[in-house]
């Protein structure tokens, strides 16, 4: 977590269908982080000011600041121009003051983290999902039901049309083979599958024989140089079926890890199914 003042930190919660709001003005960070923060980010029960907050509220606004002043000196200076020009205020909410005028940041402490969390519950799945699949096609190409036909694995798209069904059963995300930029000595310009949001792209390579081992090492550094063009890529997911078939399987896997292609960064990992 990034460096951030000690003082005067202002939490402001509205929930759905309840007219009063709940503030608490003037907490140090650490008190934030222990009342607010942590307990968001565990989707634990916190309370700010009475107001009991737990995961299954429904909030409609929630709102952190900060200011370099406590909460009195803007209710002080709020009064003061009121008296000076004449005005009895008495609907202003003197709580509000530093909400209003403070340092919003609310993205950053509360669902930035939140974010970066989803894209690694996500990715765990995804690897999980890729490492597994062949336990699906197990299933699938032995159909004990009489009359019902058996899913086989002949090729990488067959295994490409299960792993997409599976990934698309599990997750909220667009899930889809997209197009790439064409790219001088390479036969395809697509990626097998495509999660955008997460910026993943999944290779899938069919092994037939010990033979493969060779053609997939030469393809490897193609396929990096077309896919670094992909704008959204943060993890490659290269995924070799049937990789006990292979001579040397281990040796594909030690391909895994950051690569950098033309000042573009991404992670890779190999699977072997």
Request: charged letters at 30%; a neutral charge.
């Amino acid at each position: 977590m990034n460096s951030y003042p000690d003082i005067f930190w202002h939490c402001f919660v509205k929930l759905v269908g309840v007219q009063k709001y709940a503030i608490r003005n003037d907490m140090t960070f650490d008190q934030l982080k222990t009342e607010v923060l942590t307990p968001w980010k565990n989707s634990s029960t916190f309370t700010v000011s009475g107001k009991i907050i737990s995961k299954d509220t429904k909030i409609e606004e929630i709102k952190i600041t900060q200011t370099d002043e406590p909460q009195s000196v803007f209710e002080d200076r709020h009064n003061s121009r009121n008296r000076e020009n004449g005005i009895c205020d008495l609907a202003t909410d003197r709580k509000m003051l530093p909400i209003w005028n403070g340092r919003d940041l609310t993205n950053e402490l509360l669902f930035a983290e939140k974010k970066a969390n989803f894209f690694d519950d996500d990715m765990t799945l995804i690897e999980r999902v890729c490492k597994r699949i062949s336990y699906a096609a197990r299933i699938l190409s032995n159909r004990q039901r009489k009359g019902k036909n058996s899913f086989e694995i002949k090729d990488e798209y067959d295994v490409q049309d299960l792993l997409h069904a599976v990934l698309r059963a599990n997750l909220k995300y667009s899930v889809q083979e997209d197009p790439l930029p064409k790219v001088a000595g390479t036969k395809s310009s697509r990626a097998d599958i495509s999660i955008e949001e997460l910026g993943i792209l999944i290779e899938i390579k069919f092994v037939r024989s010990p033979d493969d081992q060779k053609v997939i090492f030469n393809a490897f550094s193609q396929d990096l140089v077309l896919y670094s063009a992909w704008p959204h890529l943060r993890k490659l997911l290269y995924v070799i079926y049937n990789a006990n078939d292979l001579s040397d399987p281990e040796a594909l896997e030690k391909l895994s890890g950051p690569k950098k292609i033309s000042g573009k960064e991404f992670a890779v990992n190999v699977i072997l199914v």
